[in-house]
Nanobody, 124 residues
Framework: QVQLVELGGGSVQAGGSLRLSCAASGRTSSTLVVGWFRQAPGKDREFVVSIQPNTGRTYYRNSVKGRFTISTDNAKNTVYLQMNSLKPEDTAVYYC?????????????????WGQGTQVTVSS
């Protein structure tokens, strides 16, 4: 089992920045992949970005490339999502998730472990 705890989130005006963090604990393997998803009201949960901490490989959703950056502090077993140039359409609950080695899986069904979610609200 892997436990994920998200921190960060909040409210910001368009053009602003926020940083989310996801701390992993439990049976974390060297192949673990950590991803971020988001879900806006009335919409399906969608993939945002993923990283394999052990290799540094990343995979981004096109709409966030150049604005969002995922990184990892392996000593802390923590993954960060730096979000810049935020837009109102980025408003959603953001979830941290993990699977055992599938970096380019974008379906939520490809992830086995989930955090509790954190709200990000971007006002215009």
């Amino acid at each position: 089992q892997v436990q994920l705890v998200e921190l960060g989130g909040g409210s910001v005006q368009a053009g602003g920045s926020l940083r989310l963090s996801c701390a992993a604990s439990g049976r974390t393997s060297s192949t673990l992949v950590v991803g971020w998803f988001r879900q806006a009201p009335g919409k399906d949960r969608e993939f945002v970005v993923s990283i394999q901490p052990n290799t540094g490989r990343t995979y981004y959703r096109n709409s966030v490339k150049g604005r969002f950056t995922i990184s990892t502090d392996n000593a802390k077993n923590t993954v960060y999502l730096q979000m810049n140039s935020l837009k109102p359409e980025d408003t959603a609950v953001y979830y941290c998730a993990a699977n055992e080695g599938y970096l380019e899986v974008i379906s939520q069904h490809g992830y086995d472990y989930w955090g509790q979610g954190t709200q990000v609200t971007v006002s215009s």
